[in-house]
């Protein structure tokens, strides 16, 4: 696993906490308990489907960005081709099950504000 601590300031302030971690790799576990080797469809299922809104979603190359509204500081970036869901839509039915996690974004500073969850 490789997990890198991220600052946002323009150098290191020792005595400050991360602001950010990017995790990648096989070990490890979300919340869940779901392993960071679980497909999308074990995430889906224990982070509840389609519950991110359209702004939640964004596209590039062959990777989706997912965040769930259940954890709006974590964001995973799957390996899918970006046609599985449409530029900024919280239909996730279309990613493939078997999409699996390039790496997990925990972001404990703030939140992303161009993000915004459905209110039920």
């Known amino acids: ?20 971690w990017r995790i990648s790799g096989t070990s490890g576990s979300l919340p869940g308990k779901v ?3 679980a497909r999308w469809a074990r ?3 224990v ?7 359209g702004a ?5 190359e062959n990777q989706i960005t997912v965040m769930f509204c259940a954890y709006p500081r974590i964001s995973l970036s799957l390996e ?3 046609d599985s869901v449409e530029d900024q ?10 999409a699996t996690i390039r790496e997990v974004d925990v972001v404990l500073a703030i939140e992303d504000a161009t993000w915004h969850c459905k209110r039920r």
């Open 89 to 98: 839509s919280a239909d996730l039915s279309r990613i493939a099950s078997n």
């Open 47 to 53: 982070f509840g489907p389609g519950i991110a809104s």
């Open 1 to 20: 696993m490789k997990v890198v601590a991220v600052q946002f300031f323009d150098s290191l302030h020792q005595d400050r906490p991360a602001d950010a």
């Open 35 to 37: 392993p960071l080797t």
């Open 43 to 45: 995430f889906r299922d």
């Open 80 to 82: 899918a081709p970006p």
């Open 56 to 60: 939640n979603i964004s596209t590039n």
